[in-house]
């Protein structure tokens, strides 16, 4: 069997998962400023354009799902490999895009290849070295999330500034290779996970149905109604659908998802929340502003001014790193809302922003964003044990990607056509993020206190070899529910 000449050096697989994952999301995060110039080029109303952004963000959410359900039966390097070959050739497709139809089909492969690489490449690459390298990893993959969403607005706008949009997704295409390269250098064939485990094709179907229909029903909303049958009837379907696998899965004998295990313990439950309200808060944050901003500035203006959102991701990153191992983790999230909240409200003092107020606005709201979701996966992970990793990010990838992506058009529909207009439209969306992060955060904290749960430094050593959890979860809401004893966890306390 072939083997890599840089297998397991965890440098030549930590730079394969950065070239993995930030294509695709930088990419999903520069297009607003290029929306015009592709669609004008490949001649698709921006009816078209937004569905293309949906199907894609669908796929994103749906490859989550499908990962996971081919590393219980597949050899998982070898899938890998074949993950990188899709976004390659998804990232050629797109970028050489002659019509809708092409363009269509190359990012639909590159949505649903970056969330398979996300779930196949990162657990391995966080479990599978020393415990020493984990807060290398906490970095990277902080950095590949949030560093690349941040830095989308910068290059999405200087590549509009050149009125031109295929270099730039040539150049997504030639890291996507160098992804690939990357892959096959550091090739280590790994059995499959649990091959006997059964095949679960109704979670695939409903997750399938449920985010397809939830996102063409959001992307809808470029030409029609909220209240048309065209964007309620597969948007409220779509959910129903969601709602209808997380309950399935929940109830399930052998789920292919570790929905019972973490909504059924405290501090995974309070990870999720914090995640999925942080990414809905942020929608109107990093899309609304920005677009009251281009009526005053032009794309490469509004690119730098939402440039230091990176500078506070990387001090983000850096914090996660350094707490990755500590008590202070679980603090972690909880400063990340505040400081979204904190960004939301500098950003709703002038509308549009000032100049000061935007640099200062985007570099905070870079901090809270950085300081909420990667933390709080690995919040979530570590309360489980390290062999659900996979399935832990898969159900909280799939849940955030449902939130950022799906709340996007719909705030920025209410925004456009509000009756004062977008400045309007836009303060009453801040609003409405500020409470989402308020509330985020109190529920984060609600879940700790109404369950027992205390901050604990993880024990990294037993959670990377043994099958147990880094600290102890008390299950949810126990100090509500008599006939559950809390434990204090002090032997966890005692590590680190």
């Not at 999301?25 to 949906?54: C, R, Y």
């Not at 091959?195 to 029609?224: K, M, N, Y």
């Not at 939301?344 to 901090?367: C, E, H, K, M, Y």
């Amino acid at each position: 069997m072939y083997k890599g000449p840089l297998a397991g050096r965890y440098p030549a697989v930590a730079s394969m998962v950065l070239l993995a994952l930030i294509p695709f999301l930088a990419l999903s995060a520069a297009l607003e400023p290029l929306t015009p110039i592709i669609s004008a080029q490949l001649h698709m109303s921006p009816q078209e354009f937004s569905l293309s952004s949906g199907l894609g963000n669908a796929a994103y959410a749906l490859g989550t799902v499908l990962a996971v359900q081919f590393a219980q039966h597949l050899p998982q390097r070898r899938m890998l490999l074949g993950y990188a070959v899709v976004l390659v050739i998804g990232s050629v497709l797109a970028a050489s895009a002659q019509d809708a139809g092409m363009y269509f089909a190359g990012h639909i492969l590159q949505g649903i290849a970056t969330s398979m690489l996300l779930i196949a490449a990162v657990p391995p690459l966080a479990i599978g070295f020393p415990q020493e390298r984990l807060r290398t990893t906490a970095v990277i993959m902080n950095m590949c999330i949030f560093g690349a969403v941040a830095l989308g607005p910068f290059i999405g706008g200087l590549q509009a500034g050149a009125h031109s949009w295929r270099p730039l997704f040539w150049v997504v295409a030639g890291i996507s290779a160098l992804a690939l390269l990357f892959a096959v250098l550091t090739f280590d064939d790994a059995p499959p996970v649990n091959p006997e485990s059964p095949r679960d094709l109704p979670a695939i179907a409903l997750a399938a149905v449920g985010c397809v229909a939830a996102f063409v029903g959001t992307s809808e909303l470029t030409s029609h109604r909220f209240l048309s049958a065209g964007v309620l009837i597969p948007l409220i379907g779509g959910l129903a659908v969601i709602v209808a696998l997380i309950v399935y899965q929940f109830r399930a004998a052998e789920p292919l998802l570790q929905v019972r295990a973490m909504l059924t313990s405290s501090i995974p439950i309070a990870g999720i929340v914090v995640a999925l309200f942080a990414a809905a808060a942020s929608v109107s944050v990093t899309v609304l502003t920005a677009a009251t901003l281009a009526e005053r500035y032009s794309a490469v203006h509004v690119g730098l001014l939402f440039l230091p959102e990176l500078a506070g991701a990387v001090i983000s990153a850096i914090a996660f790193g350094a707490v990755i191992t500590r008590r202070e983790l679980h603090y972690l999230p909880l400063a990340g809302m505040i400081f979204l909240a904190i960004g939301i409200v500098i950003f709703r003092i002038d509308i549009p922003a000032s100049q000061p107020l935007a640099l200062i606005g985007s570099a905070v709201t870079g901090l809270g964003l950085g300081a909420t979701v990667a933390p709080a996966l690995f919040v979530a992970g570590f309360s489980l044990p390290a062999a659900s990793l996979q399935r832990v990010f898969a159900i909280v990838e799939l849940l955030r990607a449902v939130a950022a992506f799906m709340i996007a058009p719909i705030f920025a529909h209410f925004a456009t056509t509000a009756a004062g207009g977008l400045n309007a439209g836009t303060g009453t969306a801040l609003w409405v993020g500020l409470g989402l992060a308020l509330v985020g955060a109190a529920l984060g904290i609600a879940v700790y206190v109404l369950s027992g749960a205390r901050p604990q430094a993880p024990d990294i050593e037993a959670f990377l070899e043994g099958p147990g959890s880094a600290w102890q979860s008390p299950p949810l809401l126990a100090r509500l529910r008599p006939s559950v004893t809390v434990e204090p966890p002090a032997v966890l306390e005692r590590v680190g």
